[in-house]
């Protein structure tokens, strides 16, 4: 049997015009802008306006330890959307957008697949609205500012070696991630080591993704730490008078974008931090205007409950107000395969053996989400066509003894009606009360609330810093930051640091070889292992098969 790509069923649905769907969440002309037919922008004023209204309940979907297998957990989040509105509930998602990085390189899009995919899909993933370049432009605009600043006389006395901000580019380019610029002479600047973040990893995007208006914007934006002066003291936007200009090139941005799903479930799809080195969720205002205008939001968070749900906990929540109501856990039969070391070219022969041996993954993940998070949890099993029913039994008598239900999500290929079952129960688990619950508090060290993560989190025994990072902690410390949540960048395939771990390992360390703070989005970076804030691409790109004719289709787009 032949399945149909995604570009192909996404070309081959009639979208309705997005007036509709506005009209269908009560939204007025004036209550937000096309983009387009089938785009908007909401107005994030309404916010607000709507401030006295009570908030509907709030699903986060997370997944355990990806693999190349796949996981589905966009798909799974979109295909829950379309099934709770097929059960009669007033639903929406709130979802980020994807970077171009990932869309050109390894990884892939980020509107879901087969029959659950956020349309249309072509523009999600290439450009949208324009939300990234805007980003990218507020970011290179203060780092011209900064470099500008020290050309004409440096009168913030700004320690060249110690200036902090990099220049960004939503594209996955190794060749940037170390440069030296204002070579050929002192009209062309002062000569310096510098480097390229990929867009999602700038402190800007964090910023845009944790503000709740552009007043807030503004001001987190002024607070974001540029450089340091030979006195060691921080230099921010706001002292290089930068803020108002670059909240002026966000001004648009901030407001989110309306589209919709396959089967017409409105979602909110805004921002895009990276996970593995960055927070890893949509926009704050997002998921809160989606929870005024709807009885139910599904969002997800990047990767595994380790990574993007641990931030949506430590980081999204704390400084935005907010919390999950329930939590799905995505799990596939061929990724616990995988953590059970089957390598992928086997995926496709029966193996229930190997399945048992990758559930300790799978149970972290749900000790995490139950234990130290202390939320109510169902697992999705993402359904594959070579899933056999021996293997799936395997993965819900584990659950079913831990006595956490299971429900075999059939999205991909059935869209609404392949979530109909897991609706029900998530609807369900919201009903329940739950003791949510940091995973560290705000008042304890930085060391400790690392080591916190680390043991909670990911299973393993400390947090282990390099003689640079104790520096480094000292020095936030002395500012005084020592308050701040962190964010730990750290490889997404494995609990630990290592890579090359996967399954639920124990016994281990996570070594933090450098600690910097991000303090207008609020948060202490942790950098572990090998992470890198600017991918590459692979041997082989998506970029290769991605092609378009003359009537402006495009083929090749997953």
Known sequence: MKYLSDIEIAQQTKMKPIVEIAESIGLKEDDYSLFGKYKAKLNAHELNRMSDQPDGKLILVTAITPTPAGEGKTTTSIGLADGLKKIGKNTMLALREPSLGPVFGIKGGAAGGGYAQVVPMEDINLHFTGDFHAIGAANNLIAAMLDNHIHHGNELQIDPRQITWKRAVDMNDRQLRHIVDGLQGRTNGVPREDGFDITVASEVMAVFCLSSSLTELKEKLGR???????????VTVKDLKADGAAAALLKEAIHPNLVQTLEHTPAIVHGGPFANIAHGCNSLLATKLSMKYADYTVTEAGFGADLGAEKFVDIKCRLGGIKPDAVVLVATIRALKMHGGVSKKELGSENVQTVIDGLPNLLKHLDTVQNVYKLPCVVAINQFPLDTEKELEAVVEACRERGVAVEVSQVWEKGGDGAVDLAHHVVQLTEQPNDFTFTYEDTDSIEE??????????????????GAARRQMKELERLGFSDLPICMAKTQYSLSD??????????????????SVSAGAGFIVALTGKIMTMPGLPKVPAAEQIDVNEAGEITGLF
């Not at 974001?224 to 921080?234: H, K, L, R, S």
């Open 224 to 234: 974001m730490i540029v450089a340091y002066n030979f006195e060691g003291q921080p």
């Open 449 to 466: 609330k690392l080591n916190q993560v680390v043991q909670k989190v990911y299973g393993g025994r400390s947090a282990k810093l390099t």
């Open 498 to 515: 290592n890579a090359q771990k996967l399954g639920a390992p124990t016994d281990f360390d996570v070594t933090i070889r450098n600690l």
